[in-house]
């Protein structure tokens, strides 16, 4: 039996929670457009329909989007339709994923989070103050593996702190409470 691929959510967020002020990315940002590209290349990827309708002409060879939609007579110009966040890790763990990456918007990112492995989460150096949040961080649940600082510059107006979260099991804090 195939088992069922590491779910992954990537995004950048807001110093105070906020991915978008509420319609497309709220800053220009060629560094973490490369980091996304990057991590997301010939990936499976999990998009809500509004968001996929902002990246259309984005997708190239090797991408695998799946786009999460309550429309049954949805028909993504690219990529499959998906009803939930179980039929899109069928059709990952059928398409022989190991990983399931959601891209967002906050509807999939909330829909995904409570069985979310991982993020990969670009914490972005400003405020939004009001738009499309990202689900609250638990720090109980999720432990930072690592991370990248990388100051603003000519072409980056914000600094920017590349961070992968772990989901914090119980298998590891019973290892973590022996050392
Ligand atoms: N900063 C970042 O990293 C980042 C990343 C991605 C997106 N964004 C921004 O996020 C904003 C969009 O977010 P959003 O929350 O408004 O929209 P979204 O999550 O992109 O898409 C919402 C749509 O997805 C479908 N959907 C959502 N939850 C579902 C569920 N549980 N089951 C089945 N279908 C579901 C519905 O489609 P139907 O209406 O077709 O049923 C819903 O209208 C945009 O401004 C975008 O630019 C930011």
Request: with cysteine; charged share 15%; proline share 8%.
């Amino acid at each position: 039996m195939k088992s069922r691929p590491v779910l992954t959510l990537i995004a950048a967020v807001s110093a105070d929670g906020f991915i978008s002020t509420g319609h497309g990315v709220p800053w220009d940002l060629p560094k973490d457009r490369e980091h996304f590209r990057s991590v997301t290349r010939g990936q499976w990827l999990l998009i809500g329909r509004r968001t996929y309708q902002e990246m259309l002409g984005w997708f190239q060879a090797g991408h695998h989007p799946l786009i999460l939609t309550r429309n049954p007579n949805y028909t993504p110009p690219v990529g499959q339709a998906v009803a939930d966040l179980e039929s899109a890790l069928e059709a990952a763990t059928q398409g022989g994923a190991r990983e399931l990456f959601v891209c967002g918007g906050g509807a999939a990112y909330s829909a995904a989070m409570p069985r979310a492995d991982r993020l990969i989460l670009t914490h972005v150096g400003t405020h939004l103050h009001a738009g499309v949040p990202f689900p609250a961080l638990d720090p109980g649940i999720w432990r930072v593996v690592s991370r990248l600082e990388s100051p603003a510059d000519a072409e980056n107006p914000f600094g920017m702190v590349f961070a992968a979260h772990q989901r914090y099991s119980p298998q590891n804090q019973a290892i973590d409470s022996q050392s």
